[in-house]
Nanobody, 123 residues
Framework: QVQLVESGGGLVQAGGSLRLSCTASGRTFSMYAMGWFRQAPGKEREFVAAISWSGGTIDYADSVKDRFTISRDNAKKTVYLQMNTLKPEDTAVYYC????????????????WGQGTQVTVSS
């Protein structure tokens, strides 16, 4: 069992930055791939970014590439999402998730989820 707690969300103006954190507890963290997903009102949850347990494999959705950076600190059991040049369309609840194995884009391949943190970008 893995428990995940996200933090760092908030309200920011367009062009601003936020850093989300997701801290895990429970089973061994270092063997898990971590992913960030988001869900805007009235829309399906979508993939944002994912990182392998070693950090050697990273994947981004096209919509956030070159603006967002995912990283992890296994000693702290924490994964981060640095979000720069935020746009109003980035407004959503952001979720972190873990899966044992390689990073994937499908939410259905992740085993544990956090409760989400709200990110609101004003224009």
């Amino acid at each position: 069992q893995v428990q995940l707690v996200e933090s760092g969300g908030g309200l920011v103006q367009a062009g601003g930055s936020l850093r989300l954190s997701c801290t895990a507890s429970g089973r061994t963290f270092s063997m898990y791939a971590m992913g960030w997903f988001r869900q805007a009102p009235g829309k399906e949850r979508e993939f944002v970014a994912a990182i392998s347990w070693s950090g050697g494999t990273i994947d981004y959705a096209d919509s956030v590439k070159d603006r967002f950076t995912i990283s992890r600190d296994n000693a702290k059991k924490t994964v981060y999402l640095q979000m720069n040049t935020l746009k109003p369309e980035d407004t959503a609840v952001y979720y972190c998730a873990v899966r044992y194995g390689t990073p994937r884009r499908s939410q259905y391949e992740y085993d544990y989820w956090g409760q989400g943190t709200q990110v609101t970008v004003s224009s």
